[in-house]
């Protein structure tokens, strides 16, 4: 089993920005993609970006591209999300994800098998 402890959430004005981080622990030796997702009211979680962890391959999401950098500390197994320019249409619960098995890019939430508890991230205008 593997847990993930989201941090870093908060309330912000557009144009700021926020790093998110995720804390892994357990069997993390078993992990081969961990990632990001959001989910706003009303709406379907969304892939936000991912990372394999055998290369160290990062891949985002077109509406945040260029504006928001996925990365990972290998020693303190933790994943993090930079933020920045943000928009309140990034207004959401971000939640982290791992997956083991096959390294590829996924992006489908049925694709991951760990997920932590969210942390809210709240842009306004």
């Known amino acids: 089993q593997v847990q993930l402890v989201e941090s870093g959430g908060g309330s912000v004005h557009a144009g700021d920005s926020l790093r998110l981080s995720c804390a892994a622990s357990g069997r993390t030796s078993t992990l081969t993609v961990t990632g990001w997702f959001r989910q706003a009211p009303g709406k379907e979680r969304e892939f936000v970006a991912g990372?394999?962890?055998?290369?160290?391959?990062?891949y985002h999401a077109d509406s945040v591209k260029g504006r928001f950098t996925i990365s990972r500390d290998n020693a303190k197994n933790t994943l993090y999300l930079q933020m920045n320019s943000l928009k309140p249409e990034d207004t959401a619960v971000y939640y982290c994800?791992?997956?083991?098995?096959?390294?590829?890019?996924?992006?489908?939430?049925?694709?991951?098998?760990?997920w932590g508890q969210g942390t809210q991230v709240t842009v306004s205008s």
């Open positions: 990372i394999r962890w055998i290369f160290g391959i990062t």
């Open positions: 994800a791992a997956k083991g098995g096959v390294d590829y890019s996924a992006t489908s939430a049925s694709e991951f098998d760990y």
